[in-house]
């Protein structure tokens, strides 16, 4: 897979099994990065998106709250962070 393949909504919800509702939730909440915007005004989402709405899946399966999702991610943006 390519790390710099765009996606669209479409792509993802296939990819990851979240609802495009649940996307432009996490993407509203500021837990993905908001997408690019194509001449169509298609989103295009990275493969970064991509592995984080994974990532935020796997956490809502263990029942972590969206703060406590939003805290390991600053985490792992900054791991040098207490």
Not at 11 to 35: C, H, M, Q, W
Not at 38 to 50: Q, V
Not at 52 to 76: G, M, Q, V, Y
């Amino acid at each position: 897979m390519k790390k710099n393949q765009h996606y669209q909504i479409k792509d993802l919800v296939k990819k990851t099994g979240l609802t495009a509702d649940s996307i432009r939730f996490y993407e509203k909440k500021n837990l993905i990065e908001a997408p690019l915007r194509g001449e169509n005004n298609y989103r295009y989402y990275d493969h970064e998106a991509l592995k984080r709405l994974i990532f935020i899946k796997r956490c809502r399966a263990l029942d972590l709250s969206l703060k406590e999702i939003e805290t390991l991610i600053a985490l792992e943006q900054q791991p040098q962070q207490n």
